[in-house]
C-alpha cells in the first residue's frame, strides 16, 4: 500500500515508522508539492495511488465529496489527529 504524507507531517519519524512496517511512503518532495494547495496534494496522490494521510480533515473530506460527486474516485484519505494518537503505533493504526 502506498501512503502519500501531505505538507502537514515534518520530520523522518512518521517515515521511517511506515516503511518498516510495509508501506511504500510519497513525499510532497518526490512530487515537486512541497507548499502547494490541499487540491494539488490529493491530485498528486491520486496519481500515484496513494491514501492521503493528513491532519486536515476539513479541506480533504472536501476534496473527497467532489471526487464523489463528480463520479471519480481515488485510493482513499486518512485524516491523522497525532495530538491524539502518536507515531508509535502508526503502522498498526492505518
Not at 500515484?48 to 472536501?62: C, H, M, N, P, S
Amino acid at each position: 500500500m502506498t501512503i502519500y504524507l501531505d505538507d502537514n507531517f515534518k520530520g523522518r519519524e512518521l517515515v521511517g515508522r511506515l516503511r518498516n512496517a510495509g508501506f511504500k511512503v510519497v513525499l510532497p518532495a518526490d512530487l515537486h508539492l512541497d507548499g502547494a494547495a490541499a487540491a494539488r496534494h490529493f491530485e498528486g496522490a491520486i496519481r500515484q495511488g496513494a491514501i492521503v494521510l493528513t491532519k486536515d480533515e476539513e479541506d480533504f473530506r472536501d476534496l473527497h465529496q467532489l471526487v464523489l460527486t463528480s463520479r471519480g474516485n481515488h485510493p482513499g484519505a486518512i485524516w491523522w489527529p497525532t495530538q491524539m494518537i502518536g507515531y508509535a503505533t502508526c503502522g498498526q493504526n492505518i
